[in-house]
């Protein structure tokens, strides 16, 4: 098997190839070619950690495997950061593992990525402005994307721990745009584009805040009980998401599920814009991308790196 270390990752994955990488699995995701498995996600009962399995298998690509890791909280005292993850791929044809993979960068990257191939299809004609709420790690992925896919003038933030802003203003300087402190409110009312990236459990943004054509991507919500959005907001546009099962069970979708504002049925998965098989945006005033986060998004990129890695010379080779 191949062995491509996570301090390896960095300087191999490209925002451009997760961006290819998770494109495609959509589309094969929606053509029915690639499905996820259920996802397991445990409290373990040692050191307060989460740890679980996300994994899938996309036919088209033959990409066969899953993440396995979580969330350690008590990480620190170990000198390392709480989320931890590793991407395992096995040969399709066999059965045998073909590779480990360090999954913590490449779980930012396929992330980003995820929002960025809705703004990519879904943002409204001539948007210019940006509007970030969250501050945190995954921030400044999801901003970098935005920007690779996206012409804007502009990015406003607004995240609940002010003092984390500086994230937001440094990553805008970084790709030469302005950037501005608001009031959700005023980021309702003025980004053409949001992206929601918090640990939020209640809504945030509400639906008197959104006004004109918006397009919002939809990434923190990605655990049961988690929440960004105001339901009455998700229940006005047209609703768009990577996995319809994970996102009315954990993605932001289960609240106006939950409370019958929405059907199911009127969830279109982001691959069936990308196939072509779905219009997008069509009349709609404001469209909504659910990102919860797929196995398939992550043995994609993962598959990716393996291939550069080889190109490289940076995976190694060990005997299982
Ligand atoms: P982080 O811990 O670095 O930052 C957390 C962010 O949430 C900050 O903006 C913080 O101010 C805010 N926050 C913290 N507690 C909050 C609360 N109680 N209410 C509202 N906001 C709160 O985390 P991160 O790595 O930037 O990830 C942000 C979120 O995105 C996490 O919830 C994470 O689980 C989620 N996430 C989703 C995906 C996906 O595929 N959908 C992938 C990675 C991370």
């Known amino acids: 098997m191949l062995v491509v270390a996570e301090k390896e990752i960095g300087g191999l994955m490209t925002p451009e190839a997760a961006y290819d990488a998770v494109e495609a699995v959509f589309a094969a995701m929606a053509a029915d070619r690639a499905y996820n498995f259920p996802v397991v996600r445990e409290a373990i009962?040692?050191?307060?950690?989460?740890?679980?399995?996300?994994?899938?298998?996309?036919?088209?690509?033959?990409?066969?495997?899953?993440?396995?890791g979580g969330y350690w909280p008590q990480n620190q005292k170990h000198g390392l950061i709480n989320h931890q993850s590793t991407v395992f791929l096995f040969d399709a044809d066999t059965g045998r593992v073909a590779a480990a993979v360090g999954g913590n960068l490449l779980t930012a990257l396929r992330t980003a990525a995820a929002s960025a191939?809705?703004?990519?299809?879904?943002?409204?004609?001539?948007?210019?402005?940006?509007?970030?709420?969250?501050?945190?790690?995954?921030?400044?992925?999801?901003?970098?994307?935005?920007?690779?896919?996206?012409?804007?003038?502009?990015?406003i933030g607004w995240n609940p721990h002010p003092e984390m802003l500086t994230r937001l203003a440094d990553t805008a300087a970084e790709l030469g745009l302005p950037f501005e402190a608001?009031?959700?409110?005023?980021?309702?009312?003025?980004?053409?584009?949001?992206?929601?990236i918090t640990s939020a459990f209640s809504p945030l943004l509400m639906d008197g805040h959104v006004q004109g054509p918006t397009h919002i991507a939809a990434m923190g919500t990605d655990t049961k009980g988690k929440q960004e959005l105001?339901?009455?907001?998700?229940?006005?546009?047209?609703?768009?998401t990577d996995e319809v099962a994970q996102s009315v069970a954990i993605g932001e979708f289960q609240h106006a599920i939950a409370a019958g504002l929405i059907a199911e049925e009127a969830i279109t998965q982001i691959g069936a814009v990308v196939n072509g098989s779905h219009p997008g945006r069509g009349d709609a005033e404001l469209t909504i991308f659910d990102g919860t986060g797929v196995g398939l998004q992550?043995?994609?990129?993962?598959?990716?790196?393996?291939?550069?890695?080889?190109?490289?010379?940076l995976a190694q080779k060990v005997e299982i």
Do not use: C, N, W
């Open 45 to 68: 009962g040692h050191d307060d950690a989460l740890y679980g399995f996300k994994g899938g298998f996309d036919g088209a690509a033959l990409t066969l495997g899953l993440k396995a």
């Open 230 to 240: 105001d339901p009455a907001l998700v229940a006005r546009a047209g609703l768009f």
């Open 298 to 313: 992550d043995l994609a990129v993962a598959r990716a790196v393996v291939k550069l890695a080889q190109e490289k010379g």
């Open 117 to 155: 191939v809705s703004i990519k299809y879904l943002a409204p004609k001539g948007a210019k402005v940006l509007g970030m709420i969250g501050a945190g790690h995954q921030s400044a992925f999801q901003m970098r994307a935005a920007a690779r896919v996206h012409d804007f003038e502009k990015v």
């Open 182 to 196: 608001v009031d959700l409110p005023r980021l309702g009312a003025e980004a053409d584009v949001i992206i929601s």
